[in-house]
């Protein structure tokens, strides 16, 4: 069989545009290498929200890891995050022996640059205790970001939007598997039922301000619930959700 010579390569109309763009990805920050212990705890994060990990792309911070700790096998780290449904892209932080042990897995190495810091992952998601009156205490205002994001439209299942440096506002119904992310607070005037991660930077000072909450998971700089453990009393009224002293809070406005 014959095939034409083609003159891609020459042709006037272009099949594609390379730009540079700017991603938030999850950061996972390694603090040990004994795999059936990163395992154990991987599967209990991973059982709090499924979804949350599912087809998410990953970054891995070795940058926590004692000196001496041991070596880390990256063939069974890579295939026990691929195993959780985990993408991973690419790692931060380590040694050249690590870099070299990462590549071979096809994993980029990304500076500090490329990537920017982000505090480590919290213990634990789950709510904590109610504290008493006297012993709350008020979280500061919020710090005024750069800049801010409106979105107009419904967003869908399947959709995600991200509002880089600054707050996002949504008028309009947020759909289950649909995802709202910022770096400062987000705003939706309409019933949220997919994942909104307000201060993905780690800003501890973001808030989530919703009209009617029926969210499947809300976050703020790390710390986050899914939809079991949202108090049913503050689902489907306006609230507002913020961190005070680590512990994500949900309040009816």
């Known amino acids: 069989m014959a095939f034409k010579s083609t003159t891609g390569a020459t042709s006037p109309t272009p099949v ?8 938030t990805l999850p950061v996972i920050r390694l603090l040990g290498v ?25 970054v891995i911070d070795l940058s926590g890891l004692p000196p001496g700790s041991g070596q880390l096998e990256f063939p069974q780290l890579v295939g026990l995050m691929r195993g959780f449904g985990m993408i991973p892209v690419g790692i931060r932080g380590g040694t050249d022996e690590q870099h070299e042990a990462a590549q071979a897995m096809e994993l980029a190495i990304l500076g500090d640059a490329f990537v920017r810091r982000t505090p480590p992952a919290r213990e634990t998601a789950s709510p904590a205790p109610a504290r008493s009156a006297t012993a709350r205490s008020v979280p500061e205002e919020a710090a005024p970001t750069a800049s801010q994001r409106l979105v107009t439209r419904p967003v869908r299942s ?29 705003h939706v005037y309409g019933p949220l039922r997919g994942r909104a991660m307000a201060g993905m930077k780690g800003d ?50």
Do not use: W
């Open 16 to 23: 594609f545009e390379l730009k540079a763009a700017t991603f």
């Open 34 to 58: 004994d795999m059936d212990v990163v395992a154990d705890q991987l599967a209990v994060k991973v059982d709090q929200a499924p979804d949350f990990f599912r087809n998410t792309p990953v």
């Open 158 to 186: 399947g959709q995600r939007v991200y509002a880089a440096g600054g707050d996002l506002s949504v008028i309009a119904p947020v759909s289950n598997g649909a995802e709202l992310m910022a770096d400062g607070n987000i």
């Open 204 to 253: 501890t000072s973001a808030r989530i301000f919703c009209q009617d909450l029926r969210a499947e998971l809300i976050s703020v700089a790390g710390h986050y619930r899914i939809s079991e453990n949202i108090p049913e009393d503050v689902k489907g009224v306006p609230v507002q959700i913020f961190l005070d002293q680590d512990v994500l809070r949900v309040e009816k406005i």
